[in-house]
């Protein structure tokens, strides 16, 4: 197979040159530190959450983790409906889709795309067009974890 580079005229290589010259330069660092914090900041507000349920609710620390991951998700896909956690995530790039409020932005993100569709076409067939990867990795994930479980019980490893 021949090369890419061989094929490329003169001037295609002196616009290449001047197009990396005039090239905007990503702010790595900077995206960074803005991902860490918002994210962290999600964090703090999932753990607030979860001691909110534990004191008025008499949740334990066992229980308390899926009515925790159900608000966050309910208050997210709130927060994309008006708008919100869109702006969120163009400031703050993965450190608002890494946490589980971005699977609930993912989640709505298509529904509002796909609204005018009608809602069994659009809104239900295209609902999970963006998170139906993560949650078939998710399901996978676990029942391959959880049979290596049972096969290291059944072999008296653990």
């Not at 009515?67 to 993965?94: H, K, N």
Request: glycine share 12%; net charge positive; proline share 3%.
């Amino acid at each position: 197979m021949e090369n890419k580079q061989s094929k490329v005229t003169p001037q295609q290589k002196s616009y290449q040159h001047l197009q990396q010259k005039h090239e905007k330069k990503r702010p790595v660092l900077k995206n960074c530190i803005k991902a860490f914090w918002v994210g962290g900041l999600i964090c703090v507000v999932g753990q607030a959450i979860s001691y909110f349920y534990i004191y008025f609710f008499n949740f334990t620390e066992q229980s308390v983790g899926n009515p925790t991951v159900a608000t966050m998700v309910f208050f997210s896909m709130l927060l994309t409906g008006f708008g919100v956690y869109d702006r969120i995530g163009q400031f703050a790039g993965a450190g608002s889709a890494v946490p589980v409020t971005g699977f609930g932005n993912a989640v709505i993100s298509a529904c509002i795309e796909h609204r005018t569709e009608g809602y069994v076409l659009g809104v239900g067939g295209n609902i999970f067009k963006l998170a139906g990867s993560v949650i078939l990795f998710g399901v996978f994930a676990a029942f391959v974890v959880a049979l290596i479980k049972t096969l290291l019980n059944m072999w008296g490893v653990l």
